[in-house]
């Protein structure tokens, strides 16, 4: 039986100290309440769909309600989520689920896709009764605080899940980070990573799964140390948490600031 592990990201940017308070409350929070539902024997999928959706309807992150409007107006939220056995599942430009997160575990199970996006995926959320878009823009939110969570369960099972409204102001249609996997998410027998930061760059770095392949031989933070030196010589704008099969974390951002936890 192995010891059960969460870890959870608010995003990475220019946060304000009291708005990192805010964020830092709010994962305090919601990382308990995922903490003992792996204690109680839920897998970590479960547990990982669940704390990401709580985050989602705090309205206080750049996620979910609290997601920023794109250009026009209107949110569109991308999401995705992985396991380490190999399963994954992504939505992106979602304008009226409530839960990406779900949404994105459901195009893993019901489906034979990865992805799917924009209409088709509303299309496909009708068949589950779930819940509406609520939205109010948070009072807080930064331009990249993508939301996520990694997780163990008792039986080693690790899976990782990123959530985002995208960045502010975003031409309608685009796509950030969060629901590409090997960019925003990524999980496998080595371990279970989830980024945040500038969708764009992170996409072109291929942050998640450079990580995946560093954990192959390094442990979770020296995985981590490895990417952000890296990226400093590229400018790149990220944020990023990790687990690896032994159960060891890794935080590191080039970012100004990031919301995490525990810390
Ligand atoms: N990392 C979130 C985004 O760029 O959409």
């Known amino acids: 039986m192995k010891s059960v592990k969460l870890i959870v990201h608010g995003g990475a940017g220019d946060i304000s100290s009291d708005t990192l308070g805010i964020y830092q409350k709010n994962l305090k929070e919601i990382w308990q309440s995922g903490y003992n539902l792996l204690k109680e024997g839920w897998d970590s999928l479960s547990v990982v769909e669940k704390v990401i959706s709580l985050i989602e309807d705090t309205g206080v992150f750049d996620a979910g309600t609290g997601s ?83 997780a163990m369960d008792k039986r080693g099972l690790i899976s990782a899940g990123t959530s985002t409204g995208g960045i502010r102001g975003k031409i309608p249609g685009r796509i950030g980070d969060s629901p590409i996997i090997g960019a925003g998410t990524y999980a496998s027998f080595w371990g279970g990573i989830s980024s945040t930061g500038f969708g764009e760059d992170i996409i072109k770095f291929g942050l998640a799964k450079k990580i995946d392949i560093l954990l192959r031989q390094f442990p979770a933070q020296m995985a981590v140390d490895m990417v952000v030196e890296e990226s400093k010589y590229r400018g790149i704008e990220f944020g990023v948490i990790v687990l690896d099969r032994l159960g060891n974390t890794g935080v590191g951002y080039t970012a100004k600031a990031m919301a995490w936890y525990p810390r």
Do not use: W
């Open 68 to 150: 920023f409007p794109n250009k026009e107006g209107y949110i569109e939220m991308d999401a995705s989520i992985m396991t380490s056995d190999g399963r994954a599942g992504a939505v992106g430009g979602v304008r009226t689920i409530r839960n990406p997160i779900r949404l994105a575990r459901l195009v893993m199970e019901e489906t034979s896709h990865v992805m799917l996006v924009g209409e088709g995926a509303e299309r496909f959320a009708e068949q589950f009764n779930l819940p509406p878009l609520t939205p109010r823009e948070s009072p807080y939110s930064i331009s990249t605080d993508t939301v996520g969570a990694v």
